[in-house]
């Protein structure tokens, strides 16, 4: 069966130290699930694994991006159980601050071992890209693209032929974050784009 996306939904929320997002319909066992969390946060906490009333265990996509006020880290869990989920995104230790936090479905994935290549990027300018991974293990995949800069009120494109999952382009007091997505079959080395409306700081990853 075909990898494709069956639910997607986003938050922003400031001035908080943890918020809950719940998924619009219940999860369909053994579909993966995909997140990716964004924040600000002044003392440079970390983002902390995210937990969920179907108790999964999350795995992350890569390390923790960020260190400083500004963070990024996606996470996973292949197999997940069936069921109304509510997802909780955290700061580390009692701090607050604005982020934005995506959830996701898809079916079609691999039940075991779903994590392939990774890679992560970072700099400064207009053109934000994650760098390429190693090439794929196998031909169908997702390829899940995750960033956030360091601006405020900047336009977030995506580039190549990658699909726009969630945005939020940020504003004066909260957090960006752009997630993009590819339904590919071709095992090759893939990599996440997008393009800023103005210079800024930013991190990316692509798995």
């Not at 995909?34 to 009333?53: F, Q």
């Not at 479905?105 to 300018?125: I, N, R, Y």
Request: hydrophobic content about 40%; aromatic content about 6%.
């Amino acid at each position: 069966m075909a990898i494709a996306l069956v639910q997607s939904t986003k938050k922003v929320v400031t001035g908080v130290n943890n918020t809950t997002l719940a998924f619009g319909v219940n999860l369909t066992a053994a579909n993966l699930v995909c997140l990716s969390h964004s924040h600000w946060e002044p003392n440079g906490s970390a983002i902390t694994t995210p937990t969920d009333t179907l108790t999964h265990v999350y795995a992350a996509m890569t390390a923790e991006q960020g260190t400083g006020a500004q963070r990024l880290r996606s996470f996973y869990i292949a197999n997940c159980s069936g069921g109304a989920d509510t997802v909780t995104f955290d700061i580390a230790g009692a701090f607050t601050g604005d982020k934005t936090v995506v959830i996701s479905e898809w079916s079609g994935a691999a039940t075991a071992s779903a994590l392939d290549k990774t890679q992560v990027g970072t700099g400064t300018g207009t053109a934000v890209n994650s760098g390429a991974t190693a090439t794929t293990a196998q031909a169908d995949e997702m390829v899940w693209g995750a960033m956030n800069h360091d601006g405020s009120n900047t336009t977030i494109t995506e580039t190549g032929s990658a699909s726009l999952l969630q945005e939020h382009e940020g504003g004066t007091s909260d957090m960006p974050i752009g997630v993009s997505y590819r339904i590919v079959a071709a095992a090759a080395a893939y990599s996440a784009t997008w393009t800023l409306g103005a210079s800024n700081s930013w991190r990316a990853h692509v798995a």
